[in-house]
């Protein structure tokens, strides 16, 4: 192995080099990352692999290629599925054959960065699918999601791949966003939290594990795209600065600190100003303020969509470039950039960019003599002159006998076996669906969902009917992002009560029609599954940036372009709930799957009891058929508000105006707050609660007794600040960590707030309110902060 300092030497000596040697066409094509990843290589009639003329094509416009996007996606987008797409088993041999490619065609012997999407789990076949951000932000378990995330890194980082295109930067602030789905919830510290645990997760501490199994994040969306007027996805953030720094921001500075290698810069603007051509944004802020080193990443043709500002799309390449954009996604104006040769700023932001990328690329041994020595066993590409092992695909130049000569040798790629992959899979799975119990929220029934799993488990008992439109539905608990299961892992809440209480006991109902009336007189439980889904068809219509395009009418309700006006549940499902409750006095359980803050007050006055699982992921249906029959926790709490009425939105916890009393047709607008959740902590009592002011910090320190039952889930502190200059917010999520008691047994909480989260810029002093505990029984304290000297 390489000590760390002379291989930040021997970087710096290459980059430098490679700088002075390549023309400024090649330097702008190792800024682009142009080409769909899946169109990058063919099936040759022996079913083994080979590259494609596209690839080859791009090489050898750019001399070399600087980001692959996507080579393992799977999904309706890219029409790739097990069918013909890449398989778990080809994935080192896909690798191998594009880094062959690159280096055979390539002017300088560089390697290609391999991104792929992975906002919950890598979207490639095989791939482990982790419950969507938004269920991940109901565990408030940040330290069980970074663990997870490092499961995905390795399963990446096994398959040949260098970075890691992850959701996490945005704030849920309007329902009828469609991306809702992929923020942690309405919370920015909550936010920021889970963005520090993918990055130390992914990269490890202090990027520790890059080019040691695991790979580098680029965190998406940078910056308050969930501030779109109107939830329209990629339109105006109307927001100040104060407020952007305190709701969007912070995940943008926890990344940074856990130290992200990337970004990714918005579709949104910011007051005018699209954050893909924000200097403010992009450089003043991101790079001077906080210190960033990595690369900035366009979102996929946002560059190109700049047109309308700049009046042509070379104008706008150059724009995205200048304000701080290192590295293109799908658009034309990077690979434009060739006609401001002359343009001396272009220039410079040309080598700035490239001496990014090629330092992450350095990271990862893509450059010229710069991988570790020892490969392990596993498949070596090329190398400084050394043999390399036979990766049976035979030698990439031959085809048409180019082999340009490199003056400082070739990259040495390392392509892990497949037993790291499959060791990595085993690990990220078991982390699934430990996560997917962890998301399950109660919202209302504790006593009634007790008893109906009482009358579930009873085997002598009458016959279970399972409803609602994704009763026998999987994909629904998946979200967007993902690539098709294999078959054999199709699993659903009512297979899941079918095999557990047997075949003939569990009916089905799909919209509340097909069963006599004897059935429905005898039913036990009636389980109803409603909400929405993401789910894309491949015979779906798309946007040219993959986002759904057009939707049909039972289609996908939910992810990215499909916002919507309305956020009562999709399909008339409040209806179907009046037609269960007409036919049957069953006790109603139910399930509610989606990816948004749905308007559910019809659903709670209807069911007995009700159980809120966002997009669980792959193991949901397991976990919900787990809680249903008290086998399982429900520790979750809300990411999220719950609008009591849908026109009374946004509505956040954090709001700084309270909306009760405001509208004469809704006045309550809010069903249930920020962090509601009946089965978090159930039965534990908060016995002492002590605040006390230490020099720049406010210390917290709490006991919590647990009853005669075990129970887990996250304790929360919430502070209001009263006084300064700013009228406050109604609260603030300020510290919380999660919890697992043994029955009868106490446990200590402790936190340490820092008084700038506390105060406003430019306060001497604060007088805080602090509570602790849930919403029937709660401890509060209060305590003045002052800045030091005051």
């Known amino acids: ?420 992959l499959d060791a990595a899979v085993r690990h990220t799975r078991a982390l699934s669906r430990q996560l997917a119990r962890r998301c399950l929220v109660l919202l209302a029934g504790v006593d009634s969902l007790r008893l109906a799993g009482r009358a579930l488990a009873d085997g002598q008992a009458g016959p279970v009917v399972v409803a609602g439109p994704f009763a026998d539905d999987q994909a629904c608990f998946l979200g967007d992002y993902t690539a098709p299961l294999p078959d054999g892992e199709r699993t659903t809440v009512y297979w899941e009560l079918r095999r557990r209480l047997g075949g003939d006991r569990v009916l089905l109902t799909e919209d509340g029609t097909g069963l006599d009336a004897d059935a429905w007189r005898r039913a036990v439980v009636v389980v109803a599954v409603v909400g929405g889904t993401s789910e894309r068809s491949y015979d779906s219509a798309f946007a040219d940036n993959g986002a759904a395009a057009a939707v049909a009418e039972h289609g996908a309700t939910c992810g990215e372009g499909v916002d919507l006006s309305r956020i009562t549940l999709p399909w008339d499902q409040d209806g179907l709930l009046a037609r269960l409750r007409e036919r049957t006095d069953a006790p109603i359980v139910t399930v509610v799957v989606s990816g948004r803050p749905h308007v559910l007050t019809w659903v709670m006055e209807t069911s007995s009891a009700t159980l809120w699982a966002g997009y669980a992921g792959p193991f949901g249906p397991e976990a919900v058929v787990d809680a249903l029959l008290g086998q399982g926790p429900m520790p979750g709490r809300l990411p999220v508000t719950l609008p009591a009425s849908p026109g009374a939105i946004p509505v956040r916890y954090n709001d700084r105006q309270s909306a009760a009393d405001v509208y004469r047709d809704a006045e309550e607008p809010v069903l249930l707050p920020f962090a509601h959740g009946l089965g978090a902590l159930d039965g534990v009592s908060v016995e002492s609660f002590d605040v006390a002011v230490a020099g720049m910090a406010v210390r917290i320190s709490a006991r919590l007794k647990c009853g005669v039952e075990p129970a887990q889930g996250a304790v929360t502190v919430f502070a209001r600040r009263i006084g300064g200059t700013r009228i406050p917010r109604l609260a603030e999520l300020v510290a919380s960590a999660y919890c697992v008691l043994e029955a009868g047994r106490t446990c200590e909480f402790h936190a340490e707030i820092g008084i700038d989260r506390l105060m406003d810029p430019g306060d001497d002093e604060t007088r805080v309110h602090l509570w602790i505990g849930g919403e029937a029984a709660r401890l509060e304290r209060e305590v003045m902060i002052r800045r030091p000297g005051i």
Request: with cysteine.
């Open 1 to 420: 192995m390489v000590h760390a300092a002379s291989r930040t030497q021997r970087s710096a000596v290459v980059v430098d080099r490679l700088l002075a040697g390549m023309t400024f066409d090649e330097k702008i094509g190792q800024l682009n990352q142009r080409l769909l990843g899946w169109k990058a290589v063919r099936r040759r009639g022996d079913g083994t692999l080979a590259a494609s003329d596209e690839l080859k094509r791009e090489i050898d416009r750019w001399g070399g290629l600087g980001v692959l996007y996507g080579l393992f996606r799977a999904d309706p987008w890219s029409g790739r599925d097990w069918g013909n797409g890449i398989r778990p088993q080809e994935r080192g041999e896909a690798a191998a054959v594009v880094q062959e490619t690159v280096l055979a065609r390539g002017a300088h012997g560089i390697g290609a960065l391999l991104s792929e999407e992975a906002p919950h789990g890598h979207q490639a076949l095989g791939g482990t699918i982790l419950p969507t951000n938004l269920a991940l932000g109901a565990t408030f378990d940040p330290d069980t999601v970074r663990e997870a995330e490092a499961a995905v890194a390795a399963e990446l980082a096994a398959s040949g791949v260098h970075i890691a295109l992850v959701s996490g930067l945005d704030i849920a602030r309007d329902p009828r966003w469609g991306r809702c789905e992929e923020c942690f919830g309405e919370d920015p510290l909550m936010a920021a939290r889970m963005c520090g645990a993918i990055v130390e997760g992914m990269q490890g501490e202090q990027r520790s594990r890059i080019g040691h199994g695991g790979v580098a994040v680029v965190l998406k969306h940078l910056a308050a795209q969930g501030e779109a007027v109107g939830g329209r996805n990629g339109q105006s953030a109307i927001i100040g600065v104060h407020d952007l720094r305190e709701i969007h921001l912070p995940p943008v500075e926890a990344g940074v600190r856990a130290g992200a290698l990337g970004f990714m810069a918005a579709y949104n603007d910011i007051d005018s100003m699209p954050c893909c051509a924000n200097p403010w944004l992009l450089r003043e802020y991101l790079r001077d303020e906080l210190g960033f080193d990595g690369i900035v990443m366009a979102d996929g043709l946002a560059v190109d969509r700049l047109e309308t500002m700049t009046g042509s799309i070379p104008a706008a390449g150059r724009a995205a470039l200048l304000a701080g954009v290192d590295v293109s996604l799908w658009d034309q104006g990077f690979a434009s950039l060739g006609r401001y040769a002359d343009d001396e700023r272009v220039v410079a932001a040309v080598d700035r960019s490239l001496r990014r990328v090629l330092d992450l690329k350095a990271r990862f041994g893509l450059l010229p003599c710069m991988a570790d020595d020892g490969a392990g066993g596993a498949i070596v590409v090329d190398s400084c002159g050394d043999a390399a092992e036979d990766t049976g695909h035979g030698d990439a130049r031959a085809e048409d006998g180019r082999a340009p000569e490199h003056a400082g040798g070739r990259a040495r790629i390392v392509i892990p076996d497949g037993a790291a």
